[in-house]
């Protein structure tokens, strides 16, 4: 993120890292608690959406 802001210092978009916790992906690996249909919603609803609606990625 630093090197991309040393980068880019004029572009004005604001970015953020998320860390979608312990996936159930190829890096994740089968033990992984969360498949991504659940990690993916609870970090959508924190991103200026209501509670009520489904981000969409």
Do not use: Q, Y
Not at 14 to 25: E, H, M, N, R, S
Not at 31 to 38: G, K, P, T, V, Y
Request: net charge positive.
């Amino acid at each position: 993120m630093l090197s991309f802001a040393a980068r880019h210092g004029d572009d004005p978009r604001t970015l953020l890292l998320i860390a979608p916790g312990w996936v159930k992906t190829d890096l994740g690996g089968p033990s992984a608690r969360l498949n991504i249909d659940e990690s993916m919603p609870r970090h959508g609803c924190g991103l200026g959406k209501r509670p009520t609606e489904t981000p969409h990625f």
